[in-house]
């Protein structure tokens, strides 16, 4: 079956725009993670979404960052007025409930310029 | 709150050699534990894991861990390297926030070269 899916795959932006990543979870995965792959901090969790509970946002680095989930399946990470320090990969993570094996997508590689 | 602490970010193993990538976490809690291998430009894939229950887990292409609690260790073993094991390999551990969140918590990889 199809797997978690990113768009795109490649973004690169000027500082100070406005991005939206998007997400494609595995279909009936409840639970959905977006995590930051940079060189310098690592993978870093940022957000989670439950079904209809409230997201976890804790790992969020700024309020520049937010998501949205809608109908409990696509989400869409938006990250405004970029910064050079956003440049990474995000990758989308689905489980079928929180505790479950996470499965990964591809990501999506920010540049900004 | 939970770490993981990978020891060598840079492992390098002779072709059927055996790999061994050490991992050694903390965690308040009974934690759920992860390795995960990345190929260039590709997301992560899953190995193996450890929930509960037998300490030795195999997982794909080989690969096998051991949850040692007394050592807070979850070290990765493959007898004989391939070439197509040349990769980056994340451990990570996962334990219940009081958000109900299982994020995982990585550490910062080792990459593996094999060497024919």
């Known amino acids: 079956g199809a797997g978690v899916s990113q768009s795109p795959s490649n973004k690169v932006t000027e500082k100070g725009k406005d991005v939206e990543l998007r997400c494609d979870p595995i279909?009936?995965?409840?639970?959905l993670y977006w995590y930051r792959q940079s060189l310098g901090q690592g993978l870093e969790f940022l957000i989670y979404?439950?079904?209809?509970?409230?997201?976890?946002k804790s790992g969020l680095p700024s309020d520049r960052f937010s998501a949205e989930r809608t109908g409990g399946s696509v989400s869409t990470l938006t990250i405004q007025r970029t910064q050079q320090e956003d440049s990474a990969v995000y990758l989308c993570?689905?489980?079928?409930?929180?505790?479950?094996?996470?499965?990964f997508g591809p990501g999506t590689r920010l540049t900004v310029l | 709150a939970q770490s993981v602490t990978q020891l060598g970010s840079h492992v390098s193993v002779s072709e059927g050699a055996l790999v061994l990538l050490r991992c050694n976490y903390s965690?308040?809690?009974?934690?759920?534990l992860f390795w995960y291998v990345q190929y260039p430009n590709q997301g992560l894939q899953l190995l193996l894991k450890y929930t509960t229950g037998a300490t030795l887990v195999k997982g794909i292409n080989g690969f096998e861990a051991e949850f040692k609690k007394s050592e807070t260790s979850f070290h990765l073993t493959k007898p004989s390297a391939h070439m197509s094991d040349a990769a980056e390999y994340f451990c990570?551990?996962?334990?219940?926030?009081?958000?109900?969140?299982?994020?995982?918590?990585f550490g910062k990889g080792t990459k593996l070269s094999v060497i024919p």
């Open positions: 993570a689905s489980s079928l409930r929180g505790a479950y094996e996470q499965f």
């Open positions: 979404f439950q079904g209809n509970s409230a997201p976890d």
């Open positions: 279909s009936g995965h409840t639970a």
């Open positions: 965690s308040s809690v009974p934690p759920y």
């Open positions: 990570a551990v996962s334990a219940p926030s009081g958000a109900g969140s299982y994020q995982l918590t």
